[in-house]
């Protein structure tokens, strides 16, 4: 004789392996969702960065022009 463990879901009792084979699954997907997110947020998080990184040495390269310019000038 062999015992099964059983498991109640909406469409009734089933194995409980196969339960929690199917929970793991679930639990898979969602990490992978998770991880998705996340990347896409690290690499619009690097974008701003590299955006502003530029600007700033835009802005300080036209820092730099202006004092050269004012120090022509006076």
Same mark, same amino acid.
């Given at each position: ?12 009792? %089933? ?7 199917? %929970? ?13 997110? %996340? ?33 022509? %000038?006076?």
């Amino acid at each position: 004789m062999q015992v099964t463990k059983l498991r109640f879901e909406d469409n009734g009792l %089933v194995p409980a392996g196969h339960y929690f084979a199917r %929970v793991a699954a679930g639990l898979r997907a969602q990490n992978d969702r998770g991880a998705a997110i %996340v990347e896409r947020g690290e690499q619009s998080e690097q974008k701003l960065e590299a955006r502003f990184r530029r600007a700033n040495r835009s802005s300080g390269r036209r820092a730099q022009s202006n004092q050269q310019e004012e120090a022509r %000038v006076s």
